[in-house]
């Protein structure tokens, strides 16, 4: 019986406490200064090194470039660019091994689908995915 109490007598002890949940997404979401979401990718900053597709634990990352056709540019320039988030941890390696942080990582994460086609995503959408950088600008 003196269980039963204790056990009483602590439940009604949090209702007294402040509540944890947030009404997401009616309250917008603070999020830690390291905390991780989807990649945003700067395209005309990518020097095509492969280093973020090498590095990547899960092999999600599929990065190809070809000879640049500009006489005066040497190198190679960027042709396709795509990350399948079906795959993807987010473990943020690809963004520390980026020599010109090309790939930075944002605070973004729905990436909720029906599909599992819409989780295979893109140059374009990558570069579009430039609201709430971390650290800096985009």
């Known amino acids: 019986m003196l269980r039963f109490a204790k056990g009483l007598a602590y439940t009604f002890k949090q209702m007294t406490e402040k509540k944890a949940t947030h009404m997401y997404p009616d309250q917008e979401m603070i999020w830690p200064e390291r905390f991780r979401g989807i990649q945003h990718f700067a395209p005309e900053k990518c020097i095509v090194c492969n ?7 899960t092999s999600c990352i599929n990065l190809i470039g070809k000879k640049s ?3 005066n540019k040497k190198g190679k320039v960027i042709d396709t660019y795509d990350i399948n988030f079906e ?8 963004t520390e091994v980026c020599p010109t942080e090309a790939i930075v990582m ?6 909720a ?13 990558l570069d579009d995915n430039n609201t709430n950088v971390r650290g800096g600008e985009a």
Not at 51 to 57: S, T
Not at 106 to 111: A, G, H, K, Q, V
Request: glycine share 0%; hydrophobic share 30%.
């Open 51 to 57: 280093q973020c597709a090498r590095i990547c634990p």
């Open 87 to 94: 795959l993807c941890i987010l473990c943020d390696l690809c």
């Open 69 to 71: 056709e500009d006489p």
């Open 106 to 111: 944002t605070t973004n994460f729905e990436l």
């Open 113 to 125: 689908t029906y599909s599992r086609d819409e989780l295979f995503k893109n140059l374009r959408w």
